[in-house]
């Protein structure tokens, strides 16, 4: 902000399991009311095993799943980039993920996530059965297909859209209607259709044929974090969810991390991206995130690792000093 003559106001929230602990909610209604305020939101990782015996509507999850509907945040952007520096992190042999660029577009707000009927119930011969209902109606299939559309013709116009149209009715409703607004609004974009069991082989097998992957809100969830591994850590990888209007919640790919709490060894360069890409997308100050982005790429250059990317975990820099080496950068690049 110093750099750019750009202020920020910030407002902090409780939301997940520090919401539950100290609010009885995951989602309070305050913390609704100042998202709704806000430009933007940028969000921490939620969760961990000290709620997994909640009931359902007490769990960090509900919090997040709540957001999103609310909010309308329909439309997950997710890049897996594979960063130079980084490349030997990564299980795969570096030929295989050497300038893989891919942009997973992933639907956010129905799928089985918000499927009604849904729950665990028991039937007359005392047989527990659990239920979700996959579900999905064009409008909402309409409007993420516009985005993937969009992000392709931005990008190298490419868009491979991910079902299960040989097994799933939802999934050929799925099909259809991205073709239609292919159609309409995908001038330049080269559409392909890619069943999810093979796109999830073709990640791991040849990921460079992959430009933008448009995915509903189940098949993205896994294919989202199976992109993110190619690049050698997800906790590099940011994240952004767009509503209508383009205001948007941006948060690290990666989950919270419980077990290390507190001790400094987290990465923060996941969620520091995320803040590039709120500034890109929500705020229109690209040029600052032009700057955040080659604060982190400098810092990389350096040699500087924080555990989950060190190939030598004696060398591994704190999750402060990560933080501070960036924000030198930063001043340095401006």
């Known amino acids: 902000g110093k750099t750019k003559g750009i202020t920020f106001n910030f407002d902090e929230q409780l939301l997940g399991g520090c919401a539950i602990d100290k609010e009885g909610t995951p989602w309070p209604d305050k913390t609704l009311e100042s998202c709704k305020a806000a430009d933007s939101i940028l969000m921490a990782a939620i969760g961990g095993p000290k709620w997994d015996g909640n009931p359902r509507e007490l769990r960090p999850e509900t919090g997040l799943l709540a957001m999103r509907q609310q909010l309308g945040l329909f439309a997950n952007l997710r890049p897996a980039k594979a960063i130079p520096q980084l490349l030997d992190a990564s299980s795969l042999k570096r030929e295989v993920v050497e300038g893989v ?59 491979c859209s991910i079902d299960k149209a040989n097994v799933l009715d939802v999934s050929q409703l799925w099909k259809d209607v991205v073709i239609r607004v292919h159609g309409e609004c995908g001038q330049g974009v080269e559409l392909s259709h890619m069943y999810v069991d093979n796109a999830a082989m073709q990640l791991v097998r040849e990921p460079k044929q992959f430009d933008v992957m448009l995915t509903g809100n189940l098949f993205g969830d896994i294919l989202s974090d199976t992109a993110a591994m190619l690049t050698g850590s997800i906790g590099m990888l940011p994240s952004a969810s767009l509503n209508a209007d383009s205001r948007g919640l941006y948060e690290p790919v990666h989950g919270s991390a419980p077990d290390i709490a507190g001790e400094g060894k987290a990465n923060p360069l996941a969620t520091i991206l995320s803040a590039a890409m709120l500034l890109r997308y929500s705020l229109d100050a690209g040029a600052a995130a032009d700057v955040i982005e080659a604060a982190v790429e400098q810092v990389l250059d350096t040699g500087l690792r924080t555990l989950d990317i060190a190939s030598d975990p004696t060398d591994a820099v704190s999750t402060s000093a990560m933080g501070d080496a960036v924000v030198d950068a930063i001043v340095s690049l401006s």
């Open 101 to 159: 660029d891919i942009m997973v577009v992933r639907e956010l707000c129905g799928d089985v996530y918000f499927g009604k009927p849904a729950g665990i119930y028991t039937d007359e011969a005392g047989v527990r059965w659990g239920q979700n209902n996959m579900i999905y109606s064009e409008p909402e299939i309409e409007r993420i297909a516009r985005v993937a559309m969009d992000v392709a013709q931005k990008r190298q116009g490419r868009c």
